[in-house]
């Protein structure tokens, strides 16, 4: 057995994942800020898409997108308690220009597939997750092929609509 590796929890995702009796889960409204969106009518279409492709999936969305309503000093406002595969349907149905939900999307893969394998499971008293040095390999290179892809699709799908991937805001020339 390999030795495991302490890896820190930085992610902004991490800082606003909730715990109750139930597991872990993420407030729909807390997701919303660190994927790039500034309002609740922007964000919730995403949330929309992400609840179709679960039903597609014959998921259960009362149990993965349960109502939450937020109460605040006005009326309600409207929250979903998102389980792990709900955030990670959410992440895969953002706009996939935003670097955020780049982020998020890498963020909820990452933790998928560690919950797939049964790594990260385990805390020590600091709150650092423990994952073996084989996993962390295996991870990362799950990370440079997702890389490699998404060079990929941009190489064959060009920058020039997209000024903040060719480098135009800071004067370098794109190369044909």
Same mark, same amino acid.
């Given at each position: 057995m390999t030795a495991p590796l302490a890896i820190v929890n930085g992610s902004p995702f991490d800082t606003i994942r909730r715990f109750d009796k139930e597991g872990?889960? $993420?407030s729909a409204r807390d997701l919303m800020e660190p994927m790039g969106y500034s309002r609740w009518s922007?964000?919730?279409?995403? &949330? *929309?898409r992400a609840m179709a492709s679960a039903t597609a999936h014959a998921a259960s969305t009362d149990d993965l997108f349960r109502? %939450?309503?937020?109460?605040t000093a006005g009326r309600p406002r409207e929250d979903f308690r998102l389980a792990?595969?709900?955030a990670y349907l959410v992440a895969?149905?953002? *706009?996939?220009?935003?670097?955020e939900v780049a982020r998020a999307q890498a963020y909820f893969a990452l933790r998928t597939r560690e919950a797939e394998l049964g790594w990260g499971a385990e805390h020590d008293t600091s709150g650092a997750a423990l994952i073996p040095v084989a996993a962390l390999?295996? &991870?990362?290179y799950f990370a $440079? %092929?997702? $890389?490699v892809s998404l060079s990929e699709l941009i190489a064959a799908h060009g920058t020039q609509h997209r000024p903040h991937l060719s480098g135009a805001r800071r004067g370098r020339r794109r190369h044909p």
């Open positions: 872990e889960y $993420w922007d964000y919730r279409p995403v &949330l *929309d109502v %939450t309503p937020e109460k792990r595969f709900a895969m149905n953002g *706009d996939p220009r935003k670097p390999h295996e &991870l990362q $440079w %092929t997702a $890389w």
